[in-house]
């Protein structure tokens, strides 16, 4: 079994700065693509950074310059640095990755349960 747990999540001001880590637990064989998303009540979950295998990333533009994703293979974890952070970065983020587990071939989808992170003076 594999499971993906969040945390980091909670109330900042505007220009504040949270740091969310994504940690992997279970049978793991390799860990791949690992992506985080974002869901704002009434809003359709969003793509925010994304961190392949072999370190490549990529950002939503409303978060470029702004967030940083990296990742620690040797502790199954990634972290999501989010600094400046706007209120209109209010939601419950996610984390989401390709998993191969020990003894098979082909990665599997897994979702953790989100953390909210609130953005309020």
């Known amino acids: 079994q594999v499971q993906l747990m969040e945390s980091g999540g909670g109330l900042v001001q505007p220009g504040g700065s949270l740091r969310l880590s994504c940690a992997a637990s279970g049978s793991i064989a390799s860990i791949k693509t690992v992506t985080w998303y974002r869901q704002a009540p009434g809003n359709q979950r969003e793509l925010v950074a994304v961190?392949?295998?072999?370190?490549?990333?990529s950002y939503a533009d409303s978060v470029k310059g702004r967030f940083t994703i990296s990742r620690d293979n040797a502790k199954n974890t990634v972290s999501l640095q989010m600094n400046s952070l706007k209120p209109k970065d209010t939601a419950v983020y996610y984390c989401?990755?390709?998993?191969?587990?020990?003894?098979?071939?082909?990665?599997?989808?897994?979702w953790g349960q989100g953390t909210q992170v609130t953005v309020s003076s």
């Open positions: 989401n990755a390709d998993i191969i587990r020990k003894g098979t071939w082909l990665a599997q989808n897994y």
């Open positions: 961190i392949t295998s072999d370190g490549s990333t």
